[in-house]
């Protein structure tokens, strides 16, 4: 299955304030509950992941079930929360000025991304004096692709480049937002016929993973392919106008008994290749909007949301990097102690971690808003 940093992924670049009927300010803290949860699904995914490939032994810290794996189901969130809040601010306009749009998205995008990113300038120079020449990835035009953020999107497929942070799914939600306009467009005039179309190209996919004369393993892209990504982005629209409907019990009711169905029941087939995940995904949707309006109630529980939800992006770009850092320093640690990392002292690595994640990831954020405050940045629309 494909890494999902996602990042990056989501909903981890739009804003949760949006305007209510262009009067006032309006947050639903349940999607933020969700866009917590879905970031937490990430750093476990892939801290289980990373360690276990290195030989050590921990639990599956909600890596993979037998049909599924929670970084298809964090993607699969965050592509529905960043369709669905975009759908919402736009739903009863236009998106107007292309220029202020893409403007709005750039500001939110690239100044942290580019901050992780003056590692790859270090590397340059590093490169330089001890090898006599900067380009250690090659062609010097694939630092285009970093500066753009598709660097991690085409690796996935086979295109080496200077691919530092923040994986494959900035280039993907770059490219759901250059379509943005177009979807929401077609969405309004034809929504039926705009969901068949994705729905018909998303399964048509499924035959390029059987497909003998392809040199790329589609199963290992299958969760970025352009329909995959364009289908679960415009359900998220179909999420946002019917809310109403996902808060009823029965529908809460279907959806948990799904998720515990396909969490422990192993259904063969192509399915699990990225559908059933998805479809979990999308359940969890009802579970938490029921769940949460409970759990919300607590005001604790209300500051830490509010405290991490904003972080998020900045957690999807740090992530990969440490994990990878701390489990080098970690696994030397437990080495020279002559413990053995297991499914227990895992726990401690794991909260170690996101110590370290969560911490860089607010400096990050600290530093981004810093440099938006000023130009070029500050003459960007934040809307």
Known sequence: ?????????????????????????????????????????????????????????????????????FGNVAVT???LLSGALLFRK??????????????????????PFWIMNLYVVFSLVRHFVSDGTPFFAGNP??????????????????????????????????????LFPLLVWTYKKCRMLLLAILAVGYGLQYLLVTSVHSSLDFRTVFSILPFTLMLKFVLGFCVIENLPLLRKKWV?????????????????????????????????FPIILFAGSGMLKNKVLQKGIAFLAPMAYCVF????????????????????LGWNVNAWNGFALLAMTLTIIFIAA??????????????????????
């Not at 736009?90 to 100044?111: E, H, M, Q």
């Not at 994990?323 to 970690?330: A, Q, R, T, V």
Request: aromatic letters at 18%; proline letters at 2%; hydrophobic letters at 50%.
């Open 1 to 69: 299955m494909v890494n999902s940093t996602g990042f990056l992924f989501f909903s981890a670049f739009s804003t949760f304030d949006f305007m209510e009927n262009n009067q006032r300010p309006s947050r639903i803290l349940e999607l933020d509950l969700l866009r917590v949860l879905a970031m937490f699904f990430v750093v476990t995914y892939h801290f289980g992941m990373e360690y276990r490939a290195n030989g050590f032994g921990v639990a599956n810290f909600l890596c993979v079930t037998v049909n599924y794996d």
């Open 77 to 79: 969130l965050f592509l």
């Open 141 to 178: 035009l694939k630092l285009l692709l970093t500066v753009t953020g598709f660097d991690g999107y085409v690796r996935m497929f086979g295109f080496e480049n200077y691919y530092f942070c923040g994986d494959w799914f900035i280039g993907g939600i770059i490219l759901l937002y250059l």
């Open 317 to 336: 770009l740090i992530q990969h990097v440490a994990i990878n850092w701390s489990l080098l320093g970690l696994g030397k640690m437990f080495a020279r």
């Open 252 to 284: 809460v009711a279907l959806a948990l008994i799904y998720v515990l169905l396909v969490s422990f029941v192993d259904l063969p087939g192509l399915l699990n290749l990225d559908f059933f995940g998805t479809l979990c995904g999308f359940s969890l």
């Open 362 to 383: 607010w400096c990050l954020k600290f530093l981004s808003d810093r440099l938006t405050a000023h130009l070029p940045f500050s003459i960007l629309s934040k809307k």
């Open 90 to 111: 736009y739903s009863d306009s236009s998106v107007g000025s292309l220029k202020k749009f893409y403007a709005a998205r750039a500001r939110a995008i690239y100044p």
